[in-house]
């Protein structure tokens, strides 16, 4: 399966913040966040929703009837025969049975605490996290550019006040071998809601890298509502060509 569609991104990261996603697809989208990280963008953003929708719903408690039912499904019918008989055999496997439910308890109290010091984000979302200790998710404009095909290509972050833009390729891309007899360059774009587009750096072919923009993002692309890549050849193209390989909306991240 190819992971570079947007929506089938989305819905992916949604069902594993739900706990929907099991089995082996959860297991490879699980290999897959911890390598993307338009991914793990995705996926905090599903744990900040879903996390307040969790934080409003009040405590139930579960009635009598569900406890008898997961007891009768997880204790051995011979144990539980043993149990209520008489005689130094009930008393032994009643004996034992305490003993085995204080070990229960006692691995699970273990347990539970460090998986949450390892990974608290899977009890609390990941700004519960942050503002618990003591700090906030940092504010960023964030880009996903897909191709005409709607597949992912170029994530593109930048803090809300930094000077430095990082972009990332998540996808596949081919090049011409030259444009015009000179070589291809990825030119990456700000396109204002009203004014004309700028440059914002160049994109690699593949991998990532980090850029130094000539002021803050929050002067930068505060009325930028789209990004754009063109195929150039130079670095520092005036207008863009009508070459237009990937797009995408510049999104507020605070």
Known sequence: ????????????????????????????????????????????????RLGMLASSVPVQQPP??????????????????????????????????????????????????????????LFVSSDQVALRAGDKLPQAYVGLLTDAAGNGKVLVSSLRHGRTLTVKVIGPITLPA??????????????????????????PVAGSAVSVLPDTSEKLLLKVSKLMVTLETSATPQVPSSTVLFTGNCAKLW
């Open 64 to 121: 009598p009837r569900v406890w008898a039912a997961i007891e009768a499904r997880t204790r051995p019918r011979d144990v539980k025969a043993a149990a209520t008989q008489g005689g130094w055999a009930g008393a032994l496997w009643r004996r034992n049975g305490v003993l085995q439910g204080f070990a229960g308890v006692a691995l699970g109290v273990i347990g539970t605490v460090a998986l949450v010091v390892a990974v608290p984000t």
């Open 178 to 203: 030259t444009v015009a007899g000179a070589a291809p360059q990825l030119v990456l774009w700000a396109v204002p809601a009203d004014g004309a587009p700028f440059v914002l750096g160049t994109v």
């Open 1 to 48: 399966m190819r992971y570079t569609h947007p929506a089938l991104l989305d819905h992916l990261a949604s069902a594993y913040v739900l706990g929907t996603l099991g089995g082996g697809a959860r297991r490879r989208f699980e290999r897959l966040l911890r390598d993307r990280s338009d991914v793990q963008l995705l996926v905090a953003q599903w744990e900040g």
